[in-house]
């Protein structure tokens, strides 16, 4: 058996230990049991899990798992980096296991903030426009000039298309990333600084007008952003602010849309106690309303 029960009580968690490559350059990983009171130095995965319809395996405690095209990806990544103890929300939760679920999403902000690093995956790159994004970021080439005119179209298109990635409208990301101490942007084979990122969110918030339309997909990261440096101010976030500042964010699971903001608001665990799988989505906002007027 893949997962063996944890204890709820001892705010016990699952991490994975991706082992060093092979010859046959398989994966293969571990599984263990840590708690949250001590857990010892770990990373944490933020990540899009992409389409699931494309399956990779790999080898869990000797038992063969199938994982979503991405994430094997980023396991590759990870693994060629040298990151070996990772919490991975696929993985270290049971997903089959409703009443876990829900248990877990409760210590999800502790999670991440006691990560060393958030290893933010953006993919892997298949353009190969990744080394081009740092560049623009790390050489400040996100300023709109009157000259090289078809240079602009190119960097333009680059940026728009950096922006649109699956990744930054993904509902869990913002939790995930705001109660982060510290962010790794990994995305195919380069590494990004997410101070860079930050900066050209900063810049285009100020100047508006010199951003052109196709590339307004950017605001998706600066609310991102703006969740991060609303939370690290300490400044309390209602769950009705995190829900309309959200509105543009995705999620498989219609339930997530809520329960991913949970633990950034200061009103979530009063509103929502228990995040529940086994009540549908439409009960979850009758119980949501309930308790507002209560």
Excluded at 4 to 15: C, N
Excluded at 60 to 82: C, F, K, M, P, Y
Excluded at 159 to 166: A, D, R
Aim: negative net charge.
């Amino acid at each position: 058996m893949l997962y063996s029960r944890l204890d709820f009580l001892s705010y016990e968690i699952r991490l994975l230990n991706i082992q060093e490559a092979s010859d046959d350059k398989e994966l293969c990983c571990t599984l263990e049991h840590t708690t949250l009171i001590e857990p010892g130095s770990y990373y944490a995965l933020s990540y899009c899990w992409g389409d699931l319809r494309s399956k990779k395996k790999i080898l869990i405690n000797n038992t063969i798992v199938e994982v979503g095209h991405n994430l094997e990806a980023a396991l590759q990544q990870l693994r060629s980096r040298g990151y070996i103890r990772i919490w991975i929300d696929a993985l270290c939760i049971n997903q089959n296991d409703d009443e876990e679920r829900g248990l877990q999403i409760r210590n999800m902000r502790q999670i991440y903030s006691q990560a060393l690093s958030v290893i933010l995956w953006l993919g892997d790159d298949p353009d190969n426009t990744a080394n081009a994004i740092k560049y623009l970021f790390e050489n400040e080439r996100y300023i709109a000039t009157e000259t090289e005119k078809e240079w602009d179209v190119q960097r333009w298109r680059l940026f728009q298309g950096f922006f649109e990635l699956p990744y930054w409208r993904r509902a869990w990301v913002i939790q995930e990333i705001a109660s982060s101490s510290q962010v790794a942007v990994l995305f195919g084979q380069e590494t990004l600084e997410w101070r860079h990122i930050t900066k050209v969110l900063a810049y285009w918030k100020q100047q508006p007008g010199n951003v052109p339309m196709a590339c307004l997909s950017y605001m998706y990261a600066a609310e991102l952003d703006h969740f991060r440096i609303r939370y690290k101010d300490l400044r309390q976030i209602s769950l009705l602010e995190a829900i309309q500042w959200s509105h543009y964010a995705l999620a498989t699971d219609q339930r997530d849309k809520i329960y991913a903001l949970l633990g950034l608001t200061s009103d979530g665990p009063r509103l929502v106690p228990m995040p529940n799988y086994q009540r549908s989505f439409e009960q979850i906002l009758c119980d949501l309303t309930q308790a507002l007027l209560s």
